[in-house]
């Protein structure tokens, strides 16, 4: 049986995808085949594609970090599993394709009756979202927060989960963001004509509890100027890398890949060095789900139950067919996108 792929054949723009057709991989021992129902098309995958991002794998590679399938054929030694399951998980790379075999372990199972795009959008943006707001920032109810890009995949989970737990939501995005942002409870703040410093100053007095940063770079050191003493940034992201969807700086990936690390670092040193109590905490997922994997499987059972029970509902800005990834990431690229692209299966 054959399927087709996406493959990065360099490291570069949009250009650089390519789908090939292949004979589907052989499930080696704990492992499962999964055919893919939906894949997530976010803007690690971007940086990954331009060799930005710290997990870049080496050329040529496929992207997608997220997927929910069906289970398709059992390797040996599994039997937790059943063919025809639903299941979800987080490769980090490899989702684009029709195929794709994975341990065992690393498979969630998704409940009956949900809708596959809805489904995957829970497996990197909710999670994400989910994990910063209860094991890094662990926010009580009450609490101010400000959303960077809160229109975005991650923000706009960050917005539902957050009037869930009843937080006062600040969220900056473009004019275009503005709209979805509200609507989900947020005060927005267009970060292109506005200060949000100055801005947040204005409407709190004393300044958020916590910040949720993933533009990145000196954005930090601005995000925590917004705090109140004894409030924390938690910083997740390098959208402030791209520009356009291509690299920001015009420098080589590797290089940028290491520069931004380096920078990431010493703004969390500076937190706890610089005066006044404010401090600055990373978060990534696929280090918390390597140090702890019960959390994430944990995590992502809770947001499926509460997207069953529809409590959550996340915003699908469009779905493509598998075979138009390249649209896809230049859909995501060009910027103002509401919510998540997902890659469908033809089928599904
Ligand atoms: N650490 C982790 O584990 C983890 C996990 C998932 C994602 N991430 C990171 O999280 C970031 C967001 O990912 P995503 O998938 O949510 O991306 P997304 O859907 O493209 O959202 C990004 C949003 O940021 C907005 N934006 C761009 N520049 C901004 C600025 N200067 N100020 C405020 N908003 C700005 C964009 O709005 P406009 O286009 O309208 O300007 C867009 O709505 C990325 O850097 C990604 O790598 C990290």
């Known amino acids: 049986m054959r399927h087709r792929r996406i493959i990065v054949t360099h490291y570069g723009g949009p250009e650089a995808l390519q789908v090939i057709e292949e004979e589907c991989p052989e499930p080696k021992h704990g492992e499962v085949r999964v055919n893919v129902l939906a894949a997530g098309v976010s803007l690690p995958d971007l940086m990954m594609r331009e060799g930005i991002h710290p997990e870049t794998p080496p050329l040529p590679f496929t992207s997608g970090w997220d997927l929910v399938g069906v289970v398709d054929q059992l390797g040996e030694g599994v039997s937790e599993l059943e063919p025809g399951q639903v299941v979800a998980a987080l490769p980090i790379c490899g989702a684009y394709a029709e195929f794709v075999c994975l341990p065992h372990r690393e498979l969630v199972p998704v409940p009956s009756g949900l809708d596959p795009a809805e489904a995957v959008s829970l497996v990197l943006n909710y999670i994400t979202a989910y994990q910063m707001l209860y094991h890094s920032a662990k926010v009580r109810t009450g609490q101010r927060v400000l959303i960077h890009g809160a229109a975005g995949g991650v923000g706009s989970a960050l917005l539902q989960l957050g009037r869930l737990a009843g937080l006062e939501l600040y969220g900056t995005c473009s004019s275009r963001g503005v709209s979805a942002v509200s609507g989900l409870g947020g005060i927005p703040i267009d970060y292109q004509h506005q200060d949000f410093v100055t801005e947040i ?47 920001a700086s015009g420098r080589s990936g590797g290089r940028h890949r290491f520069r931004a690390i380096i920078i990431f670092g010493l703004y969390i040193a500076g937190g706890w060095l610089f005066p006044g109590r404010r401090r600055v905490v990373p978060y990534s ?57 997902v890659l469908i299966h033809n089928e599904s």
């Open 285 to 341: 997922i696929q280090w918390l789900k390597r140090l702890k994997p019960s959390w994430f499987r944990q995590d992502l059972i809770t947001l499926f139950d509460l997207l069953q029970q529809q409590k959550i509902k996340p915003l699908i800005a469009q779905r493509f067919p598998i075979a138009e990834a390249r649209q896809a990431q230049e859909l995501l690229g060009k910027g103002g996108v509401t919510g998540k692209i």
């Open 201 to 247: 100053h204005r409407l709190t007095g004393h300044g958020v509890d916590v910040v949720f940063d993933g533009i990145g770079g000196t954005h930090i050191w601005r995000s925590r100027k917004a705090l109140r003493p004894g409030g924390m940034v938690v910083a997740y992201g390098l959208t402030g890398s791209l520009r356009g969807g291509r690299l």
